[in-house]
């Protein structure tokens, strides 16, 4: 690891612990940051530019991580006890005509979605999601203020997941 | 929804996100916050499979097969839009407005100069609104005409089309009004299209489009901006109904479309010629259309390669 970034590891500590029990680690917090300090290690990064956002991103995705994994087993266990049971299949594979023209229809309604909320809102939700650009130049690039950016996604967010949980639930 | 997990999905997502230890202190405000966070983000995650996979930049959207619509945005920013005309003449009032009418008979062209060094060049069958007064307005009320503006950050050159307010941000742009179909082009420079409402920014190589089909950004060669000044007519995509329109401004005669004819699009350059027999028998092929004289001299584009009159 690093040099530069194993010191600000260490000075931080206390810091990133108190994250992940924020972040609801509770008392695998400790072996969360040992695991994150491992990965350093083996990894050998070169030097990262901002390095405290970046350990704290590394700390949040092991979060979300843990989240993900933990519903899909609970997911996997509730299909064995209705009998749908089995393997999951990995949803990428050879896909049923059917499916496909369940993906299409829904791409479909999610354009429709995107469109009625307007150009503006449609082209900042793009850049934002789909393209990765921070919201600061968005903001830059379209001549408007951060605030206008950040509640233009909460609009585009809010339609786009009640869509997404509409789908889930027909 | 919670709508204060979701700020913070929004926040942290930012790829340039740094403010960790206030995300800390709201997580730490309620121990259920941490969950409500993650769900939230995996519903984020999960939201890709809905992802329409086009680009940013949108489609000339003439293509777009889609119920006609207009945008909400639209309607949303009408009370701005409102708000920022009373405002406008207001100022004018105090200022003394001295407006003045200037217009184009169809197939003419008019270069106008004003005091502060802007030039606008008139299309043919335009007529343009402006004041004496106040060098930095015109308004556009039909027709084409191409702006080049002369920036002044503390005092921008605003055109008002119908309710829309494009405000230049240093500048040569071409505006087209036909109805109620407002079209913009942006060739140097920026325009800021309802700099009071929807405030949309348009960077040279952008251009506008309000009319049947919905509000849209799209994008545009820049050296085809204005390209009838010229003596072309520069398309991409463009419905042949809207070639109508242009035809008829920039040689000074009636050119109809069948409905047919009105829904097909083109791509290309087409040369201006002041002979209508000359010009349409150059064109009406390249378009894919044919184009004959009616009885009251004015000019009608079909569908297909019938025979040509």
Same mark, same amino acid.
């Given at each position: ?8 590891f ?33 990894k ?11 350990? &704290? ?9 843990? &989240? ?61 999601r ?26 585009? &967010?809010?339609?786009m ?10 | ?12 997502r ?7 230890d ?187 489009a ?32 809207q ?24 791509t290309?350059t ?40």
């Open positions: 690891m690093a040099t530069g970034l194993s010191a600000i260490m000075a931080n500590r206390p810091a990133l612990l108190r994250f992940l029990r924020a972040r609801g680690a509770g008392d695998d917090a400790e072996d969360l940051l040992q695991d994150m300090w491992m990965k350093l290690e083996a050998d990064l070169g030097p990262v530019s901002d390095p405290l956002p970046y350990l &704290y991103r590394m700390a949040n995705n092991l979060m979300l991580d843990r &989240y993900r994994s933990s519903t899909r087993r609970e997911r996997r266990e509730q299909d064995w006890a209705e009998g749908a049971g089995g393997v999951m299949a990995d949803p990428s594979d050879d896909m049923a005509v059917d499916d496909r023209m369940i993906l299409q229809q829904r791409l479909e309604e999610a354009r429709a979605v995107l469109r009625d909320l307007g150009p503006r809102v449609e082209l900042i939700f793009r850049r934002f789909i393209e990765g650009v921070g919201q600061k130049l968005i903001a830059d690039e379209l001549g408007v203020s951060l605030t206008t950016v950040e509640k233009d996604l909460q609009k585009a &967010y809010r339609a997941l009640t869509l997404k949980q509409k789908m889930d639930t027909e | 929804m919670n709508e204060e997990a979701l700020t913070w999905v929004i926040r942290t930012d790829p340039r996100f740094d403010d960790w206030a995300f800390t202190l709201w997580l730490e405000g309620d121990p259920a916050r941490a969950g409500t966070y993650d769900a939230l983000m995996a519903a984020d995650a999960d939201m890709d499979a809905i992802l329409p996979p086009e680009p940013v930049v949108m489609p000339v959207a003439a293509n777009d097969a889609g119920a006609p619509r207009r945008s909400m945005l639209r309607w949303a920013g009408g009370g701005a839009i409102a708000a920022a005309l009373v405002a406008v003449v207001s100022v004018s009032m105090m200022n003394r407005t001295d407006m003045y009418s200037v217009t184009t008979r169809p197939g003419e062209i008019r270069t106008i100069a004003l005091d502060d060094g802007t030039r606008i060049e008139m299309n043919g069958d335009t007529s343009l609104r402006l004041d004496r007064n106040n060098p930095r307005f015109a308004a556009l009320d039909a027709g084409e005409a191409a702006f080049t503006v002369r920036h002044d950050s503390a005092n921008p050159f605003r055109v008002t089309v119908g309710d829309a307010i494009f405000e230049d941000a240093g500048t040569v742009f071409n505006i087209v009004h036909a109805g109620r179909d407002t079209r913009i082009g942006v060739s140097e420079g920026k325009v800021v299209y309802n700099p009071d409402a929807e405030a949309i920014a348009l960077p040279a190589g952008r251009g506008l309000d009319d049947a089909e919905g509000l849209r950004v799209m994008d545009v060669a820049p050296a085809s901006v204005a390209s009838w000044r010229s003596g072309r007519l520069v398309y991409a995509n463009a419905p042949v109904a070639m109508a329109q242009d035809m008829s401004r920039s040689l000074g005669i009636v050119v109809r479309a069948t409905p047919q004819a009105s829904a097909m699009h083109f290309g087409i040369l201006l010629d002041r002979n209508p027999d000359n010009f349409f028998s150059g064109a009406a092929p390249l378009m894919g259309l044919t184009a004959t004289r009616q009885s009251d001299g004015a000019w009608l584009l079909k569908e297909g390669d019938g025979p040509k009159s």
